[in-house]
């Protein structure tokens, strides 16, 4: 399972466990440092503090993943073209960006929301890992 972990500070990362348990306890030590001023690294002096974390999103696969083929249907290419049409001309970077756009699995988004166009399997409360519920 892939897990895209967004921090109170809007970054985000991609971590790979074996079972949700395996998470929670990853997340939850995290987290734990975090809310204790401790260090993101224990073992490294120089690691900054660590972050708490504030959203946790589940996928089957690596969130990144998605349009690694390259192939796109023929209508959202159509859609593109008509979408960029001023008369009959489409401007080429427009449409060269548009295109690459269509398979890029990242999207721009606010800071504590996913930045992937995959569609998560679900989305892990934060009561799991901040201690109000027992993992």
């Known amino acids: 399972m892939y897990l895209e972990v967004i921090y109170e500070n809007g970054e985000h990362s991609v971590m790979q466990a074996d079972d949700e ?3 929670l306890t990853g997340i939850a030590e995290q987290h734990r440092r975090a809310m204790n001023g401790e260090r993101g690294l224990q073992g490294d002096p120089a690691s900054p503090p660590a972050v ?3 959203r946790v999103f589940v996928y089957d696969e690596h969130p990144g993943s998605l349009g690694e083929s390259q192939l796109v249907d023929t209508k959202d290419i159509k859609a ?3 979408a960029l049409a001023e008369g ?6 427009e449409m060269v960006q548009t295109l690459r756009n269509l398979t890029n699995p990242r999207i721009n988004t606010p800071p504590h929301e996913s930045n992937f166009l995959m569609e ?3 989305e892990i409360k934060e009561n799991r890992w ?4 027992a993992a």
């Open 52 to 54: 708490r974390i504030k």
């Open 88 to 93: 009959n001309l489409v401007s080429v970077p």
């Open 21 to 23: 348990a395996e998470a």
């Open 80 to 82: 593109a073209v008509e």
């Open 130 to 133: 901040n201690g109000e519920v």
């Open 120 to 122: 998560s399997k679900k």
